[in-house]
């Protein structure tokens, strides 16, 4: 495969170093996990809590406690309770929160992200980062993208605004033979997205 792919899907999989995981049975059943995270100076817990079955649209409550007084809280959908992931999404260099939503028959994985303000000890859920499949955040040009594996492989491209994921609109299919314009694709896309600011992002790409 050619280099540029090689090395993207690499980089997916070793970004989930810090990935927390503990067998925990998917039972219908009450269940409550605390996790220490990454945020020790803090004194961040994280309990997720199983509190309807598996085909509830909201089926776990999250709870984050500092100090062991609860500071946030929401309920999500989670199929892998054990499954929490640590990652800067915003670039800021605080790692975020990505408890897992789904995954595939072809093991493209999506999450529920929320974004991390140690300074006021605040929380924010990003709606529709759920509909990403395999996210990876690039910093470099604080967008976020994805290599989805399917029929033809694609990336997409996304940004956060606020608290909600702004879709670009724009794609690199990948249809895995030496003729594929994937390399270009994406970086015609990439150049597309530098041309414009975020106050044009609605108006740029419908």
């Known amino acids: 495969m050619k280099t540029f792919l090689f090395c ?13 995981q503990i067998d925990i049975p998917l039972e219908n059943k009450s269940i409550d996990n605390q996790f220490d995270t990454l945020y020790t100076n803090k004194k961040y817990k994280i309990s997720l809590s199983k509190i309807n079955d598996l085909e509830a649209s909201s089926n776990t409550i999250l709870k984050i406690y500092k100090n062991n007084k609860m500071v946030f809280e929401d309920s999500i959908y989670n199929t892998q309770p ?9 670039g800021d260099l605080i790692d975020d929160i990505l408890v897992h939503y789904s995954s595939s028959a072809r093991s493209n994985e999506s999450f529920t992200l929320f974004l991390v303000d140690t300074l006021n000890d605040s929380f924010k859920r990003i709606k529709g980062f759920e509909e990403i499949h395999n996210p990876r955040y690039i910093a470099e040009y604080d967008i976020i993208s994805n290599y989805v594996v399917s029929g033809k492989n694609w990336s997409g491209f996304y940004k956060i605004q606020r608290d909600t994921v702004f879709d670009f ?4 299919e990948d249809d895995m ?3 594929s314009n ?17 106050s044009t992002f609605p108006n740029k790409f419908k």
Request: proline letters at 2%; charged letters at 30%; a positive charge.
């Open 182 to 198: 994937y390399n270009k694709e994406y970086k015609k896309a990439i150049r597309k997205i530098r041309k414009v600011t975020p």
């Open 8 to 20: 993207f899907v690499l980089t997916l999989i070793f970004s989930k170093s810090h990935l927390k």
């Open 177 to 179: 033979t030496e003729e």
């Open 82 to 90: 054990s499954n929490i992931l640590f990652e800067d999404f915003n």
């Open 169 to 172: 609109g724009l794609f690199a």
